[in-house]
């Protein structure tokens, strides 16, 4: 069992959770995730990594309410234990001195581009973080992300807080500019990181993504997080989740991750209903 040491809303349906994992802390690296089961009758859910704590042997975890398990996670307290996680899982990916680097995140995805962030900083990297969401509500960790950039630049659809629009005009414009620009790395939702890799494919600039395809065992067993890299299937819990962006199949990545929304949907409600009904 897995003790919440702390949880914190960060943003309207999206939450953090500090928890106790001793042994994950001990050997987790930047780029990888987590499998959790709340109980035992839980599915396993993929949860991306934001931060951990050898000292305090803690793992930070966030993550935004889409489903019933992640509403049953939402409600948890601290004191309360989830029953299983599985980790760290992934290959850590390879870091080195480019020169200047732009880390594109959005959404949820900010929170598992900030330990890839720091890592390329420290590797000599002059960094410039673009961070996207849609409304400025929803940011997340613009505090921490803008504490370890050179530069951070800030886009929200409605134009609420930074310049209005998507992170890939802002990309476009730095691509543009006179300054080479040497890496690129996106995480957030596919149809962002797909746009991301068509900005930066004329430009002839490295990049690479984080995937978050759908996940079962999280081991390279089951199959069930297959996406088509170069025209070749690879798992992305053991291949990955990082890969070069130009060679994603993104239209098969989104197509995969709608095939059980209907039944995501479904078990939601049923969910809710209970949990309304118990209260009554």
């Given at each position: 069992m897995f003790e919440i040491l702390s949880t914190k809303t960060i943003a309207p349906d999206i939450?953090?959770?500090?928890?106790?994992?001793?042994?994950?802390?001990?050997?987790?690296?930047?780029?990888?995730?987590?499998?959790?089961?709340?109980?035992?009758?839980?599915e396993r859910i993929p949860l991306t990594l934001k931060d951990w704590d050898v000292d305090k042997s803690s793992v930070t975890i966030v993550f935004q309410v889409l489903g019933k398990s992640t509403l049953e996670l939402s409600k948890l307290q601290p004191g309360d234990e989830i029953k299983d996680i599985?980790?760290?899982?992934?290959?850590?990916?390879?870091?080195?001195?480019y020169g200047t680097v732009i880390v594109v995140a959005g959404g949820c995805g900010a929170a598992p581009s900030l330990p890839r962030a720091?890592?390329?900083?420290?590797?000599?990297?002059?960094?410039?973080?673009?961070?996207?969401?849609?409304?400025?509500?929803?940011?997340?960790?613009?505090?921490?992300?803008?504490?370890?950039?050179?530069?951070?630049?800030?886009?929200?659809n409605d134009g609420s807080?930074?310049?209005?629009?998507?992170?890939?005009?802002?990309?476009?414009?730095?691509?543009?500019?006179?300054?080479?620009?040497?890496?690129?790395?996106?995480?957030?939702?596919?149809?962002?990181?797909?746009?991301?890799a068509a900005t930066t494919k004329p430009f002839g600039v490295k990049t690479e993504c984080s995937l978050n395809p759908i996940m079962v065992d999280g081991t390279g067993m089951c199959g069930a997080c297959r996406v088509e890299i170069g025209g070749q299937t690879k798992f992305a819990?053991?291949?990955g989740p990082e890969f070069d962006a130009h060679e994603v199949d993104f239209n098969l990545l989104i197509k995969r991750l709608d095939t059980y929304k209907s039944q995501e949907e479904h078990a939601s409600e049923h969910y809710k209903q209970m949990c309304a009904h118990s209260k009554s």
């Open positions: 939450f953090e959770f500090e928890v106790k994992a001793p042994e994950i802390a001990a050997k987790a690296c930047p780029g990888q995730f987590l499998i959790y089961r709340l109980h035992d009758r839980g599985l980790g760290p899982l992934g290959t850590a990916p390879s870091v080195k001195k720091r890592q390329l900083k420290e590797a000599g990297n002059y960094l410039i973080t673009i961070l996207g969401a849609r409304q400025e509500e929803l940011l997340v960790c613009e505090l921490e992300l803008s504490q370890v950039s050179d530069e951070i630049y800030i886009t929200t807080k930074g310049t209005q629009g998507f992170v890939t005009t802002k990309l476009k414009e730095l691509l543009e500019s006179d300054r080479p620009i040497d890496y690129v790395y996106t995480v957030g939702p596919p149809i962002m990181m797909k746009n991301v819990c053991v291949d």
